[in-house]
């Protein structure tokens, strides 16, 4: 799953999602560019709510990368 920040998004925001994967115990790696933040999240991503996480304050988009055959 890659979880997408907006580029409006505070440090507290970031924060609060990060907040949000480490109380359902999922890992992430955070990759940094020029105008986004990407999160990887490393885990069962089934147990997590798209819509639940895209709403919360910074998010942009959340994308479930599919599973292989």
């Known amino acids: 799953m890659l979880v997408v920040m907006s580029r409006r998004a505070t440090?507290?925001?970031l924060q609060?999602?990060?907040q949000y994967l480490i109380e359902?115990?999922?890992d992430f790696h955070?990759?940094?560019?020029?105008n986004r933040i990407i999160l990887?999240?490393?885990?069962?991503?089934h147990a997590i709510d798209?819509?639940?996480?895209?709403?919360l304050p910074g998010v942009l988009e959340v994308f479930k990368i599919p599973e292989e055959k």
């Open 16 to 18: 609060q999602v990060k």
């Open 24 to 26: 359902r115990d999922f």
């Open 11 to 13: 440090d507290e925001d």
């Open 40 to 45: 990887g999240v490393i885990g069962d991503t």
């Open 30 to 34: 955070q990759s940094t560019g020029a």
């Open 50 to 55: 798209k819509d639940e996480l895209r709403v």
